[in-house]
């Protein structure tokens, strides 16, 4: 092979992985807790909420903070001073606060397990109408 042949392949494996990675994004953003959820989660209030997204952590750490400054009785800001002042990791976080690091796990599964509840009541609702569209049809049919 020469050389522009090489400088081609490259640049196509480049831009492949590039739209690879931009189509994978939505699937990484659908599994983030929104706002609302955190606040409900671990009843925080809406100045917390600010505090959470005026800081330098990504929105799906938003868990993590809601976890341990509840497990900990510290505050929100408590914990973001931790993570991005003081730049300790979050196990580093929770030994310090005297929390078990299998909390920031379970805070992951926790809105796993709500995500999956959600789409369980979703798809038995959408079984119920098309019961109930089934019904209609069949009720239809014997009116002719």
């Known amino acids: ?17 590039g739209v690879n990675m ?10 983030t807790a929104t706002d609302a959820e955190v606040q409900t989660r671990y009843q925080l209030t809406g100045e917390e909420i600010k505090m959470l997204q005026a800081s330098s952590i990504s929105h ?3 868990d993590k903070v809601g976890r341990l400054s509840r497990a900990s009785g510290k505050s929100i800001e408590e914990v973001l001073k931790m993570r991005t002042e003081q ?3 979050w196990g580093k976080i929770a030994k310090t606060l005297g929390v078990d690091p299998k909390e920031l796990g379970q805070s992951v599964a926790d809105s796993h397990r709500e995500d999956k509840m ?17 019904e209609k049809r069949e009720e239809a049919k014997k009116t002719k």
């Open 1 to 17: 092979m020469d050389f522009k042949k090489i400088k081609n392949v490259l640049s196509l494996s480049v831009v492949l992985f």
């Open 87 to 89: 730049k300790m990791g």
């Open 118 to 134: 959600e789409k369980r009541a979703e798809k038995a609702e959408r079984k119920e109408r098309q019961k109930e569209m089934k």
């Open 22 to 31: 931009l189509a994978t994004q939505p699937v990484f953003a659908a599994e």
């Open 60 to 62: 799906s750490q938003y």
